[in-house]
């Protein structure tokens, strides 16, 4: 049993060190503002009260993948329903900090 024990802890060790190394970051948000440019897909999303973010805004340069109650929807879509989130994530590409997933 303690051998099992063992190699269950060395998986869940191994597993989380994978996680770390995300691409991506994750930043919970009080409330967000979309402001898109559909000639150019460009945009960027104001954030309001966020302890996480470390600017105002975050901009993607193609319309980002929504995902609102688990489900996708399209980004047509969610510039008439953002307002509606209540904490939505914004998904971040670690390197550029740009938006690659809305989860609301």
Request: aromatic share 12%.
């Amino acid at each position: 049993a303690m051998k099992y024990l063992l190699s269950f802890i060395l998986v869940l060790l191994s597993s989380a060190g994978h996680t770390s190394q995300a691409l991506d970051i994750a930043i919970e948000t009080g409330g967000i503002r979309v402001e898109y440019i559909p000639s150019s897909q460009r945009g960027i999303v104001r954030v309001y009260r966020c302890a996480q973010c470390s600017q105002s805004y975050y901009k993607f340069s193609t319309p980002p993948i929504i995902i609102k109650r688990g489900e996708k929807i399209s980004f047509n879509e969610f510039l008439k329903d953002y307002w509606n989130a209540k904490f939505p994530t914004l998904i971040l590409d670690k390197e550029s900090l740009n938006i690659s997933k809305v989860v609301y």
